[in-house]
């Protein structure tokens, strides 16, 4: 079954213990991309990825990390975790963002930050 | 800051009837334009996407997109009670950024 997979899908945290969400793809895309979602505030692009080794800044990039070493994966790493980042997290994977391309998205991990 | 306005709703309409969802966007170098359904505590799955002016219509979905407005809208015929979710829209200006609008929820009454 073509998916997007996130793990953990909850986690509960303390202020500046480092963490890595993961997500994995196994419908071959070359793009894929974090996004943040917060109530009044929509769906934010944290990072992305145009393929391997290839990331960039989305709009809101500030205290995360990513890295792209294979294609499939494209893991999101918070160094020093705060309370803001406290938010539901989705990765999403495309062939890549030509005109008609879709996303499609993880089941999401919903994060708190204590 | 580019952006994408949504109404936040929610948008209430009977069933059988039309549900009209409206989208701004203020940045004209968008090229590609999609719409998003959201049910609560899932992940949002594609609808739509329309990238030349006009409609373009998909079973009971039909999107309009004009340019020089910079409007986006997607309509639902026959709208039933399974279309309750929230509606994002989203803005691409073909350099691998997407913005999102903040949604419109939808509520179909029986």
Same mark, same amino acid.
């Given at each position: 079954?073509?998916?997007v997979?996130q793990?953990? $899908?909850?986690? &509960?945290t303390?202020?500046g213990?480092?963490?890595?969400?993961?997500?994995? !793809?196994n419908?071959?895309h070359?793009?894929m991309?974090?996004?943040r979602?917060?109530?009044?505030?929509? *769906? $934010? !692009?944290i990072?992305?990825?145009?393929?391997v080794?290839v =990331?960039?800044k989305?709009d809101v990039?500030e205290?995360?990390k990513v890295s $792209?070493?294979e294609?499939r994966?494209?893991?999101? &790493?918070?160094?020093?975790?705060?309370?803001?980042?406290?938010s539901?997290y989705f990765?999403?994977?495309?062939?890549?963002l030509r005109d008609?391309?879709?996303?499609?998205?993880?089941p999401? =991990?919903r994060?708190?930050? *204590? | 800051q580019k952006e994408v306005e949504?109404?936040s709703?929610?948008? %209430?309409v009977p069933?059988g009837a +039309? #549900?009209?969802l409206n989208?701004?966007?203020s940045?004209r170098?968008? @090229? /590609?334009f999609?719409w998003?359904?959201q049910?609560?505590g899932? %992940?949002?799955e594609? +609808?739509?996407? +329309?990238? /030349?002016?006009?409609d373009k219509?998909?079973g009971r979905?039909t999107? @309009?997109?004009?340019?020089?407005s @910079?409007?986006?809208?997607?309509? +639902?015929?026959d %709208? @039933?009670? /399974?279309?309750? #979710?929230t509606?994002?829209?989203?803005?691409s /200006?073909?350099t691998?950024k997407?913005i999102?609008?903040t949604?419109?929820?939808?509520k179909?009454?029986a």
């Open positions: 079954e073509a998916q997979t793990n953990p $899908r909850y986690l &509960i303390v202020t213990k480092k963490l890595t969400v993961t997500c994995s !793809q419908m071959n070359e793009y991309s974090w996004y979602q917060d109530p009044g505030l929509g *769906l $934010r !692009q990072y992305y990825s145009m393929n080794e =990331t960039d989305g990039p205290g995360y $792209r070493k294609k994966n494209f893991p999101l &790493i918070l160094e020093s975790p705060s309370p803001n980042q406290t539901l990765c999403a994977s495309s062939m890549g008609g391309e879709t996303q499609y998205f993880g999401g =991990t994060l708190l930050v *204590l | 949504q109404n709703g929610p948008l %209430s069933e +039309i #549900a009209s989208c701004t966007y940045d170098g968008s @090229q /590609s999609f998003y359904r049910y609560s899932k %992940s949002p594609l +609808i739509m996407f +329309i990238y /030349s002016n006009g219509e998909d979905f999107a @309009q997109l004009n340019k020089a @910079q409007y986006v809208s997607l309509l +639902i015929r %709208s @039933q009670p /399974s279309d309750s #979710a509606y994002l829209c989203a803005a /200006s073909g691998y997407y999102f609008g949604g419109t929820r939808l179909v009454l």
